[in-house]
């Protein structure tokens, strides 16, 4: 069983930064890409960014310039950092992970449940 268990979000003020967090635990053989993904209401779920295993990352033209995607492969954690927040960026993140789980061999998309930022003054 893998969960994936994200961290970090709040409401801020327009300009500021948050940091997540998401952890993916449980039996796990390999992680291959990370990401963050968003879903504003009545929107449809978008790509905000993305890692793989090897450190490349991609991501959406909206945020280049303002987020930076991280992630340490050995405590299986992929990190966004959100600089200079605007209230467009308000939204549920989620986390997501194509990982393989020990004994299965074939990889998967996982999902976290979702943490809420929010872009106010």
């Known amino acids: 069983q893998v969960q994936l268990v994200e961290s970090g979000g709040g409401l801020v003020q327009p ?3 948050l940091r997540l967090s ?5 039996s796990i053989f390999s992680i291959y890409a ?9 929107k449809q ?3 905000v960014a993305a ?3 090897g450190g490349s990352t991609n991501y959406a033209d909206s945020v280049k310039g303002r987020f930076t995607i991280s992630r340490d492969n050995a405590k299986n954690t992929v990190y966004l950092q959100m600089n200079s927040l ?4 308000t939204a549920v993140y989620y986390c997501n992970a194509e990982l393989v789980v020990a004994g299965l061999g074939v ?3 996982y999902w976290g449940q979702g943490t809420q930022v929010t872009v106010s003054s």
């Open 15 to 17: 300009g500021g930064s």
């Open 22 to 26: 998401c952890a993916a635990s449980g």
């Open 34 to 42: 990370m990401g963050w993904y968003r879903q504003a209401p009545g």
């Open 45 to 47: 779920r978008e790509l």
């Open 51 to 53: 890692i793989t295993s």
């Open 86 to 89: 605007k209230p467009e960026d």
């Open 107 to 109: 990889p998967d998309d």
